[in-house]
């Protein structure tokens, strides 16, 4: 059973950097595509990049040229380094794995319990 846990969340200024890890555990996470969205109070859980098992990578507009989603396989690990940060990115971000790439979260089978990012000035 593979089992998902995300870390790297913190508090930063905006324009700062930080890079989420989502690691894994129980199975090889190279062999599913690998998802990051977030939530922020009072709003839906939103998609904000993929990765497939092939490494093929997705991004949601807003979020392109800031984020940058990479695997590393030899450490069954997932990263979403984040640029430029600002107060609107600030959600709990999660982790989610299932066989292909898809924009529905509710499509995902695997998840991780989320690390909460805050940019603030």
């Known amino acids: 059973q593979l089992q998902l846990v995300e870390s790297g969340g913190d508090l930063v200024q905006p324009g700062n950097s930080l890079r989420l890890s989502c690691a894994a555990t129980g199975d090889r996470l190279r062999l599913y595509a690998v998802a990051w969205f977030r939530q922020a109070p009072g709003k839906e859980r939103e998609g904000v990049s993929c990765i497939t098992a092939t490494n093929v990578t997705f991004y949601t507009d807003s979020m392109k040229g800031r984020f940058t989603i990479s695997r590393d396989s030899a450490k069954n690990t997932v990263y979403l380094q984040m640029d430029n940060l600002k107060p609107e990115d600030t959600a709990v971000y999660y982790c989610?794995?299932?066989?292909?790439?898809?924009?529905?979260?509710?499509?995902?089978?695997?998840w991780g319990q989320g690390t909460q990012v805050t940019v603030f000035s």
């Open positions: 989610a794995a299932d066989t292909i790439c898809k924009r529905d979260p509710s499509n995902f089978h695997y």
